[in-house]
């Protein structure tokens, strides 16, 4: 099998160590043969030579990358995908964009667009071993074609919709693969499209970044001069290696010790029963309720005010006004929630398709203290929490929890996603060429958490979205809850420091 990573970036790698360890020829061979061989290079010459023999003769060698552990956010979604087999139940967690194109969609031009995606992130062709949880990177799928599908004449927009729904949540192999596919639905007026991923495979940043090589790649097939996609500089594989050498080094332990210290008062899960809790002991996953509100003008104004007078972000203001209102809605001594991250600080992986994202858990304690004071708690209590993204919440649940690990929460938990201007352009705004486009709002995945606060920053405005199930939580509770939170920012905002 040719080049499933691109030889290029092989080479600058191999290049890079070798030239970081200054040794004679021959232990030069024999350190570049190890290397080699970890990455699966086969036929490799095993003859003394220099560097630059050496990556020359690499240049006709087959790469066949390895299988490898998969990560822990991967091994969790392997034991979820596990247990819901065991017991008859089927749950889609796939995180898609879904258009409305109106206009002269060349289907043709947009399924080699979609062939070429595929090959530039392989991540999305390549399944898992579920009986050792190892990543299949040796076996990738074909890639595969548009999924076309004409709506009913006689249905209308409820039923095209109801049938994408369904070409979304279908299931995918995940031994096999491939763990993406793209969707068209051809109505009379309007094309219907979803992009649509496994997580694990890809998050809502991998979206962007699909989006943008899908609509690039559409362009040029059509015939129009592009500009050149940026390098994938860090593949997903990459990533996930480095980050379980890391947790299995010692530096790693210590660092999960210390954040599970830091989190013996709410647990890795840390539930949380306010006022109006059902107190059932589990919640279907079939039953959901979703809010939506907006801060308006007025509020988003002053917040942005407010925060930059605290020096703290509005998303930092806004989550600790979550937890003053759930002390002032229940009576637990500590509080903790968590805390969507994108984890893609580094620019090395802005083009990395692959399940980055993840959570961190901020913990504080109830106290007297002025607002003033909270907030500069719960800043701290937010720092200390972002200081441990390099321990994924899954691993954290395997140390603490270990029973939790690979099976969906069965405790209320609470967590709150907050998504900026840069994170929205899988919300519609993408473009294809000759075509207008609209958001087309499907039903989505189920989360794991008992409430999701999600907050997406408009141009004026904050939209605040508010899943919940409702056996644990009635939509009249969830609506206390938000009117609490309304509340408490609007006190903070007019006088600052009292509370």
Known sequence: MKSVITIGTLLEKIESRLSRHPINKSSNTKVAVAALGVLGIRNFPRVPCTTQQMLGLMKGCDIVPPRQRASWAQRHRLGQIAAEADNGIYRPHHPFVALRIYGPLDLPALAKAWIRVQKRHPVLLCGFDMSDATWRLDAPAGVTDLVITDATPSGGADTARRLMEQLVDAPFDCTAGPLARLVVLRCPEQTLFALVLDHLVGDFWSLEVLMRDLTASYAEE????????????????????????????????????????????????????????????????????????????????????????????PWTVIHAALHRSLYDLCEQSAIGTTLMTANRESRSVHQTVGFLAGKVVVATKRGRTTTTDFLQEFQRAVATALDYTAIPWPRLLAHMDPKAFGRHSRAPYISFNPQTTSMRRWLGTWQFTNCKTAPLHLTGSTPDAAIVMSLTELDKDIEVLLSHKLDWYPTRVIELLWQTVEQTLWEWVRKPGSR
């Open 222 to 313: 059509l015939g129009l001069e592009t500009r050149p996609l940026p390098p994938v500089t860090f593949p997903f594989p990459d990533q996930v290696r480095d980050q379980n050498a890391y947790l299995d080094s010692p530096a790693g332990r210590q660092a999960l010790k210390r954040l599970a210290e830091t989190l013996k008062d709410v647990g890795p899960i840390p539930e949380t029963r306010f006022a109006g809790f059902t107190g059932a002991g589990s919640a279907s996953y079939d039953r959901t309720g979703l809010i939506r509100h907006t801060f308006g003008n007025e509020l988003t104004q002053a917040v942005s005010t407010y925060s930059r007078a605290s020096r703290m972000s």
